[in-house]
Structures are given as C-alpha cells and as structure tokens.
C-alpha cells in the first residue's frame, strides 16, 4: 500500500517537516496509528482554535455597547447615526463601561447585528468555495492559510482598539473577511479525518471529535473575558495569534492522507480516501491502487450535488444549524430575561449557565455517533435526534423557569439532542458521502461535499438568529415555536433514506445475515 521507498504518484506532497523531524528522532518511519493519533490531535486543535476566534465577539459585544441588553434589534439599519453625529461628540477614548463608538450610539446593537449576519452570510457563502478549492489543493497548505488568514483579520478587529478607529466599515469589512478565511477549516479538517479512518468507527471516533466545537467556544469565551479589563482590543489580538501559532503547526506535523506520507494502512483501518467495494461475505477491500487520471479528477460543485443522500442532508442540516446557532447567539440573552424561580440572572451569570447546552451537545454528538455506527443507520440517528429536540424544546420553554435546577437539566437536554444530529451530519455523514459508492473510487471529494453540506447549514445558521431577533420582540413563544417547526422539517427532509434504511434493515433480519455487506454508509446509497 505505497512505500516509503516507492515514488510518491505527482500529487502527493512530501512528508511534513515536523512528520520527517520525528521520525529521524525515532530512528525508524512513523506507524500508522501515529499518524492517525497526530492527524486527530492537529485538527482538533485546529477547529478549537478557529470557533476561539469565532467566539469573540460575542462575548466584547456587552463592552462595545453596554446599552446591548436593551435590545430594540433593528437589524439591517445601514444607517450608523454616529457618522451623523458632530465631530466633538464622538468617543475617542475608551475605558471599560463606556462602550465604544460607533456601537455606543443609537444604532449600536442593530451594528452589531449586522456583523454577525455579515460574518456568518460570507462564511456560508465562502464555504461552497473553500470545499471547491479543498480537493483541488494541498490540504495541509490550504489549511495553513486560512488559518493565518483568520487570525490576521481577528487580530485587526482588536486593532481597531489601539487605532482608535470608529468607522462601522472599517469593522464590518474586517468581519467579513473572517468570515471569508474561517470558511476554509471545516471542509479541510474533516476531509483528512476522514482520509485516515475507516468507516466503521467513524461515527464514534468523530462524535468525540467534534467536541472541539464546545472546547472552542468555551476557550474563546474565557480568554476574551479575562483579556477585557486591559483593553478589549487584547481579546481579538490574543485569539488571533493563537490560530495562527496553531496554523504553522498544521503546516509542520499535519499528514493529509496515508498516501501523502507512504503509511502503511492496518487491515481495520482501511482509508476512507480509497472507495471500498463489496464482496459476498460482507468484507470490504480497497480498490487497486493505480488509479486512472479520470478517478482521480476532483469531483465537481454540481456532481457533488446529485450524490445521493448529499441533498437531503445538506437541506436537514440547513434547519438543524438554525435551531443550534440560535441557542449560539441568544442563549445567553434569553437566560437572563426570563425569571427563574422569581428571580433574573446577572449577564455574565447568564453566559456561564448557557455553556451547559455546548456540553450536552457534546454528549449528544458522541452518542449520536455511537449510536449510528451500531446501526449502521446515520438517517434513522440524525432525524430521531430531531424528533427528539421539539418536545425537549416545549419543555424548556415551559417549565424551564420554574428552577435553576430544572432550567440546568432541561438545557443540558436540549443541547444533546439538538447538537447531536448537527454534529453527526457534519462529519460522519460528510465523510459517508464523500466517499459514495458512485464516485467509483474516486477520493478527492470529501471537501467539497463537506463544504455543500455545512455551507447549506450555515445559511440557515444565520437566518435563524435573524429571525430571532425579531420574533423575539414580539414573543419567545413564537420563536420556540419557530425552532420545533424547523427541527420537525429537518427530520422529515430525511424520511426517504429513513424508510430506505429501515427497509434494509428488515431485508437483512429477513436473509438472517446473508450474502449482502453491512457498510455504515449503506443508508447512503439511495
């Protein structure tokens, strides 16, 4: 399975330096394990580091304008009455508590509204680009890049600080551009996962992966919050450095693939880069190695598109991200205006509380995977989960406020089910369906159809914060009841492959386990 001492076909890419380094410090070639344990390592780091950054602003949102919990939520305004105002009225000095022009004035929380919407809309946006770009270049270096990119236009945001800059535009393009380089690291991180793990662990494996989510916002939230008092510039600067100290070890240790780095693979741990094909018994072998120059052409925006199962997921996920990235952005404003047992939480009580929900959606994500793979249903998984997440949000909503106690347990509920599906289609169904059987063994389509599926989920992740704010003015009801509509609409875009799924299921009970292969992926291939 290629050598070190075969020539490497012309577009793999040499060993990493920091891969090469360990192995003359060993003394011997890098197993195979260790290259997965290292592939693991970097990438989570990688990912915590970009939702570090990503995390930021929401928690300098209450410095800029600490007038943001009287939230009027006029979003889309483009209208900054600071550019208005006259020359000596503007703030040109800071200091914690008085906030910082232009989001200290009239239009401050609908400015910084729009960042968001900003951020999020080019991050979708970049994401269809970044998977296009991803199985056409280097991983490792694409990677690097963004990034780099990401911490430089972190870092300038928190420059605007010590540049007493106060023009709107100024943060908006900045925020944009961000958003323009965060879009590279999904798509890339989870195409060389799914390069060195084979599928039937997979599920498991990146559902306690996928933790790096929950570490990084809790990261970014603590780091940003002890910077603020030395000046609210150092909470983007600091995270900044960060991701781009993280990139250039990516740069150094990060093998793309087995095939990059000449690993030999273990027989239960066949690459998910390789298309597997079945024999009678069920045990699946690669393909032959030598591929033709047609296998290996990148797989197209649109041909990734009609892969069967990528459209259904892509469209569930679009709802679940709107229902999670919801919780993401108003959790913490919605905790501490409502009364809980009498009484209202503080702002920063409220923040802390409101981490719960990334917790249990780390336990969601990891038995979602679990679960999945003894299955060997990802559909059946993804839209229970769903199902699952109305009534525990009904129940949020209305007896949530009864205890902190009881508002804790059913948070931490609502965050396993609604995460647990978010973060399942995100990775192993990514990876499911960037290795179809129809591409016919050709490997170079992970990242693209990573970056459909999360980039056709980030459009709904920033429609449904929008909404929110303003549905939220009128009712909270309304908008509990705008997220168990779309958590019913995200299960229901999957019944096709669940009815497919379940029928497999009972064909194989009815042939007691005969001639037909089991695959985790076998819901897929509808």
């Known amino acids: 399975m290629g050598s070190l001492s075969e020539p490497a076909p012309e577009r793999n890419n040499r060993k990493p330096l920091g891969i090469r380094f360990l192995e003359y410090i060993k003394g011997r070639n890098v197993s195979f394990k260790t290259h997965q ?62 906030g910082w022009a232009p989001f200290n004035s009239s239009d401050g929380t609908a400015l910084l509204g729009e960042l968001d919407v900003a951020f999020l809309a080019v991050y979708a946006f970049g994401m269809y680009f970044s998977g296009h770009l991803g199985d056409r270049l280097n991983l490792r270096i694409f990677l690097t890049v963004g990034m780099i990119g990401t911490g430089l236009f972190t870092s300038l ?25 965060q879009s590279t690291g999904w798509p890339s991180v989870v195409a060389v996962v799914g390069n060195w793990f084979g599928k039937s662990k997979r599920g498991l494996i990146m559902g306690i992966w996928n933790a790096h989510t929950s570490v990084g916002n809790i990261t970014g939230s603590l780091i940003a919050s002890a910077l603020l008092s030395h000046g609210w510039g150092w909470s983007f600067v600091v995270p900044g450095l960060m991701i781009a100290f993280v990139g250039l070890v990516v740069f150094l240790f990060l093998p793309v693939s087995p095939e990059s780095v000449g690993a030999d ?58 229902v999670a990235y919801t919780f993401l952005y108003w959790l913490p404003f ?46 059946i998984t993804a839209a229970s989960f769903m199902y699952c997440a109305i009534p ?66 980030s459009v709904g992740a920033a429609i449904g914060p929008l909404l929110t704010g303003y549905i939220s003015a009128k009712s909270w009801s309304a908008v509990f009841t705008m997220l168990m509509a779309a958590a019913l609409v995200a299960g229901l875009l999957l019944t096709r492959l669940v009815v497919a799924e379940v029928a497999a299921k009972f064909a194989e009970s009815r042939s007691q386990g005969g001639s037909q292969s089991r695959s985790p992926a076998g819901n897929l291939n509808v």
């Open 37 to 98: 344990a290292i592939v693991l390592i970097v990438t989570f780091l990688a990912y915590t580091s970009y939702h570090a950054t990503r995390k930021t602003t929401s928690i300098v949102k209450s410095t800029l304008d600490p007038q943001s919990s009287d939230l009027s939520l006029k979003f889309f305004t483009w209208r900054p009455t600071y550019l208005h105002e006259p020359a000596e009225s503007r703030k040109l000095s800071w200091k914690l508590g008085d």
């Open 157 to 181: 945001f928190g420059v605007g600080y010590w540049g007493n800059v106060h023009s709107f535009y100024y943060f908006l393009v900045v925020q944009m551009l961000a958003g323009l380089f």
């Open 265 to 322: 693979r273990d027989e239960e741990d066949e690459s998910l880069s390789l298309s597997l094909k079945k024999t009678g018994e069920g045990v699946t072998e690669p393909l032959l190695e030598s591929k033709t120059k047609d296998e290996e052409k990148p797989v197209g925006f649109m041909e990734a598109w009609r892969i069967p199962g990528v459209a259904p997921f892509a469209l569930c996920l679009f709802f679940a991200k709107l």
């Open 334 to 379: 919605y905790v501490s205006h409502t009364a809980i047992d009498g009484k209202y939480l503080s702002s920063e009580t409220a923040g802390n509380l409101s981490t719960l929900f990334d917790v249990g959606g780390v336990l969601g994500g990891i038995l979602a995977g679990h679960i999945s793979d003894r299955l060997d249903a990802r559909a």
């Open 392 to 457: 525990a949000l009904f129940f949020y909503r209305s007896y949530g406020h009864i205890s902190l106690a009881l508002n804790i347990f059913l948070m931490f509920i609502t965050g396993m089910f609604v995460n647990g599906p978010y973060a399942l289609i995100t990775t192993a169904v990514s990876a499911d369906l960037g290795t179809h059987s129809s591409l016919k063994g050709n490997s170079r389509a992970l990242a693209t159809v990573t970056a459909i599926i999360d980039g056709t989920g």
